[in-house]
């Protein structure tokens, strides 16, 4: 059986733990699929390179209220779809041969799991055993608990985000069961490319867990672009002799069916702890199935470590990477490669973005959890229509909500839904994170007139304290 110093499972964040200070090490790296994980591969990346043309389309027809108009678009779908894989497969294939031409490095191709202490059986045959072992294994979407939904079936019509976006054709109707990040992203895409989209939500609102108003005002606009039912559950599927599909649900007002060519299953994701068969390995699981790390990404076994959606609840790029970061330099450490003390995960202010149309944009607890632990706050919201750059864009809806301390006089949380609120917050996270002055925020630092971070500005001075 072979063995080596370090074997990760995976290549998402997995594979950025292979920094300098481990290298010469005898590593290995067991990877299923496509080198480069979800995020590269089948998530944040091509998602976005989806939403850029779908927001252009969005902008032209909304531009009327600026005095312009465009004729209606046109949409070559193979050709947005072969300019992202096109960028992305090389990436992916690239990463793969470069760590195979690494001589300290091998590569296994194949689905690991865990069969004992620190040792791993590869579907391809044989076992592998480590020293040491970090599982990065990260999440899969979920199924649905309605019969002829459980598993995804792309042959059928019956597509996760996994395979939604290397669609040959367009179809001309789309049923997207689920509201949060994955199903308004795409539920963005596909209907301004020109697809009918159904998306079904079995909550009041989508993006139930942002903000209240965020999640309304979303709610509200997206329901002025597609088909939106909320409060609304699948009861059962069919599929028709003609190849397309039937979705029986029941909302509030009462039973109907949905016809769609494309069902595509956005109801979350699900760590992979359990297909690795961690506990073979001795690595405790938590209930909802993620694998149990300290704030040094430990496992419960010696010389195991976890990182990414596997271990996390956060489930974001992001997080997984920067747990990669205090991964690897955690291993350094046990190597003896580093003499230092082991790193701890920051999880303080750990922000999210939907990129839908508008953007939201978020960290922090909402008024309703500050209020339901008892946290005092003081909070603020700022329209973007209230300032120049929002007049400029004829904003109607956008704002952002400021919570913070009226104690620390510190951020505590920013909200937000409107044109680049990923970028609009970003100031707030540093201010946040480096535990910085409401005040000296404001005032410390000159804010580019006119620009859409004065939302920023103006929602920081608007924060009254005692
Ligand atoms: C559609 C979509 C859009 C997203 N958009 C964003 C976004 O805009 N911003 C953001 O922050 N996050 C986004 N995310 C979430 C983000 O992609 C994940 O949080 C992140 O990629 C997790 O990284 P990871 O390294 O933990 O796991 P992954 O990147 O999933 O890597 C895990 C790897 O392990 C491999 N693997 C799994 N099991 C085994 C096994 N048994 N044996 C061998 N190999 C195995 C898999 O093939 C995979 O390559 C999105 C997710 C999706 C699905
Ligand atoms: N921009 C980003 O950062 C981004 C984009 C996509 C995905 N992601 C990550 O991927 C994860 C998974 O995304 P997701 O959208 O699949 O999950 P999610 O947890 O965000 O949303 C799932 C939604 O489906 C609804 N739902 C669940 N079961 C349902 C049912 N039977 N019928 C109708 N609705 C149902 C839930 O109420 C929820 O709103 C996210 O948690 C996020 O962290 C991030």
Request: proline share 5%.
């Given at each position: 059986?072979?063995?080596?110093?370090l074997?990760?499972?995976?290549?998402g964040?997995?594979?950025?733990?292979?920094?300098?200070?481990?290298?010469?090490?005898?590593?290995?790296?067991?990877?299923?699929?496509?080198?480069?994980?979800?995020?590269?591969?089948?998530?944040?990346?091509?998602?976005?390179?989806?939403?850029?043309?779908?927001?252009?389309?969005?902008?032209?027809?909304?531009?009327?209220?600026?005095?312009?108009?465009?004729?209606?678009?046109?949409?070559?779908?193979?050709?947005?779809?072969?300019?992202?894989?096109?960028?992305?497969?090389?990436?992916?294939?690239?990463?793969?041969?470069?760590?195979?031409?690494?001589?300290?490095?091998?590569?296994?191709?194949?689905?690991?799991?865990?069969?004992?202490?620190?040792?791993?059986?590869?579907?391809?045959?044989?076992?592998?055993s480590?020293?040491?072992i970090?599982?990065?294994?990260?999440?899969?979407?979920?199924?649905?608990p309605?019969?002829?939904?459980?598993?995804?079936?792309?042959?059928?019509?019956?597509?996760?985000?996994?395979?939604?976006?290397?669609?040959?054709?367009?179809?001309?109707?789309?049923?997207?069961?689920?509201?949060?990040?994955?199903?308004?992203?795409f539920?963005?895409?596909?209907?301004?490319?020109?697809?009918?989209?159904?998306?079904?939500?079995?909550?009041?609102?989508?993006?139930?867990?942002?903000?209240?108003?965020?999640?309304?005002?979303?709610?509200a606009?997206?329901?002025?672009?597609?088909?939106?039912?909320?409060?609304?559950?699948?009861?059962?599927?069919?599929?028709?002799?003609?190849?397309?599909?039937?979705?029986?649900?029941?909302?509030?007002?009462?039973?109907a069916?949905?016809?769609?060519?494309?069902?595509?299953?956005a109801?979350?994701?699900?760590?992979?702890?359990?297909?690795?068969?961690?506990?073979?390995?001795?690595?405790?699981?938590?209930?909802?199935?993620?694998?149990?790390?300290?704030?040094?990404?430990r496992?419960?076994?010696?010389?195991?470590?976890?990182?990414?959606d596997?271990?996390?609840?956060?489930?974001?790029?992001?997080?997984?990477?920067?747990?990669a970061?205090?991964?690897?330099?955690?291993?350094?450490?046990?190597?003896?490669?580093?003499?230092?003390?082991?790193?701890?995960?920051?999880?303080?202010?750990?922000?999210?973005?939907?990129?839908?149309?508008?953007?939201?944009?978020a960290?922090?607890?909402?008024?309703?959890?500050?209020?339901?632990?008892g946290?005092?706050?003081?909070?603020?919201?700022?329209?973007y229509?209230?300032?120049?750059?929002?007049?400029?864009?004829?904003?109607?809806?956008?704002?952002?909500?400021?919570?913070?301390?009226?104690?620390t006089?510190?951020?505590?949380a920013?909200?937000?839904?409107?044109?680049?609120?990923?970028?609009v917050?970003?100031?707030?996270?540093?201010a946040?994170?480096?535990?910085?002055d409401?005040?000296?925020?404001?005032?410390?630092?000159?804010?580019?007139?006119?620009?859409?971070?004065?939302?920023?500005?103006?929602?920081?001075?608007?924060?009254?304290?005692?």
């Amino acid at each position: 059986m072979p063995h080596h110093n370090l074997l990760i499972i995976g290549t998402g964040s997995g594979n950025s733990v292979i920094t300098p200070e481990l290298e010469g090490l005898d590593i290995a790296i067991v990877e299923e699929g496509r080198f480069g994980g979800t995020c590269l591969n089948v998530g944040c990346i091509p998602t976005k390179m989806y939403v850029l043309p779908a927001d252009r389309i969005v902008e032209a027809r909304e531009s009327d209220r600026l005095g312009v108009t465009f004729p209606k678009p046109t949409v070559n779908w193979p050709a947005i779809r072969d300019r992202i894989f096109g960028r992305i497969d090389p990436i992916a294939s690239g990463g793969e041969a470069y760590r195979r031409s690494q001589d300290f490095v091998t590569v296994y191709a194949a689905t690991a799991r865990f069969v004992g202490d620190r040792t791993v059986a590869l579907s391809t045959g044989g076992q592998v055993s480590a020293d040491r072992i970090v599982v990065a294994a990260g999440s899969r979407a979920n199924g649905l608990p309605v019969d002829g939904l459980r598993e995804p079936d792309p042959s059928r019509g019956l597509h996760t985000s996994d395979t939604i976006m290397r669609l040959d054709t367009l179809p001309k109707r789309m049923a997207i069961v689920g509201g949060g990040f994955v199903g308004c992203e795409f539920a963005h895409v596909f209907s301004a490319l020109g697809v009918e989209v159904t998306q079904i939500q079995r909550s009041a609102t989508v993006l139930s867990k942002e903000e209240a108003e965020v999640a309304k005002r979303y709610t509200a606009l997206a329901g002025e672009r597609y088909d939106l039912r909320v409060s609304t559950g699948v009861n059962a599927a069919h599929r028709t002799e003609a190849g397309t599909w039937q979705l029986e649900v029941t909302g509030p007002q009462g039973r109907a069916t949905i016809d769609a060519d494309v069902v595509l299953l956005a109801t979350g994701r699900v760590p992979n702890g359990d297909r690795l068969d961690v506990t073979a390995g001795g690595i405790a699981l938590d209930e909802e199935g993620h694998v149990v790390v300290d704030a040094q990404q430990r496992t419960s076994v010696e010389g195991v470590w976890a990182l990414g959606d596997v271990s996390s609840h956060w489930q974001l790029k992001h997080v997984a990477n920067h747990e990669a970061r205090v991964v690897a330099h955690n291993l350094a450490v046990a190597f003896g490669r580093l003499d230092a003390a082991p790193q701890e995960s920051d999880h303080r202010f750990v922000p999210h973005a939907v990129f839908g149309h508008p953007q939201v944009a978020a960290f922090g607890p909402t008024a309703a959890e500050l209020e339901a632990s008892g946290t005092a706050y003081v909070t603020k919201t700022q329209r973007y229509g209230d300032i120049a750059y929002g007049w400029a864009l004829e904003d109607v809806g956008g704002f952002l909500t400021v919570h913070a301390s009226p104690v620390t006089r510190r951020v505590l949380a920013a909200h937000c839904i409107g044109p680049q609120a990923s970028t609009v917050i970003q100031p707030l996270i540093q201010a946040a994170s480096f535990g910085q002055d409401v005040h000296e925020v404001a005032r410390g630092q000159y804010w580019i007139h006119p620009a859409l971070s004065e939302v920023v500005e103006n929602a920081l001075l608007g924060l009254e304290f005692d």
